[in-house]
């Protein structure tokens, strides 16, 4: 079992950090006696002590203490955090790091020694366990390594390795696209209430509707078109409504989204970004 003994630390205790510590804690593969978490806000270091029965620490006293250390600050802090932790890096530690558009080659640059890193790009619903995560490993690191990384967002929904350069394309993609699904499922839902359906009812209704069809995705491995055929009954509703959507370019939209989403990641790392 790869967190077997497995000191976890989290730097950056934000929106991400919290999703990873909720969805490590149920599974049960952790218990929060093993997991630390810093954060520049002393508020927020409280609370998560509080909510989850963690360990908190300033940021270097985290790096000593852990085995593993979950970068999770914004792209615009991670130079100054990793300045600071250099001196506590050491070649037997596993650093991963969630931060967006920050490649492992950026990270190993501050360490003095071969650090292993895992560049990972996971997504809020790792809260409730049903998490999408994808990793790639950095120069330095080993199977022994990735097996760690794995575990961690395995424990919290499903993870794939991919290839680095594909990772700006995941996080326009799964890392992003939970937003997306909230406002596609808040357009269905005011379009219920609209025609007089309770909202808390449309609440369900839309929800549970994301939820199975993404089930039936998964689980017959059908193409979404065959799916949809499925539904579409000939001169029914569904036609009506597809072909609504249709004269929105939903598909174009949501293709574009992705692709805005990829841009604005390359840009992200220190000296590319054109705002900050
Ligand atoms: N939210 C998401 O859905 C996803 C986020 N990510 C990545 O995760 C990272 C965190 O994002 P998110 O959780 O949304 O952001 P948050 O702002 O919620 O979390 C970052 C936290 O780190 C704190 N912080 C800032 N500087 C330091 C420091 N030097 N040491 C310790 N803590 C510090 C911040 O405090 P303060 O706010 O006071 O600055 C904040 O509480 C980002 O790099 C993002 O790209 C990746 C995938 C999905
Ligand atoms: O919005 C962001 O920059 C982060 C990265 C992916 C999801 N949230």
Redesign the pocket.
Known sequence: MPLRDQKIGF?????????LIAGLLRSGLVEPASVYA????AA?QEYLEQKFGIKTAD?SSVVSAADIVV?????Q??S??LE?IAPAARPELTVV??????STDFIEGFFKTPVPVVR?????PCLVGEGASALSPGKFCSQPNMDKALAILKASGQAVVVDESMMDCV?GLS??A??YMYLIMEGFIDGAVRLGLSRDVARVLTAQTMLGSAKMVLETGEHPAKLKDMVTTPGGTTIAGLYALEEGALRSVLMKAVAEAALR?SQ?APGKNSKT
């Open positions: 730097l950056g205790g934000g929106a991400m950090a919290e999703a810093s954060d520049i806000s927020r940021n970068l999770a600050v914004k792209p802090a991670i100054g955090l600071e790091s969630v931060v967006a558009g920050i990972v790009m996971p997504n809020t996080t890392g992003s939970p937003a990641s992200l």
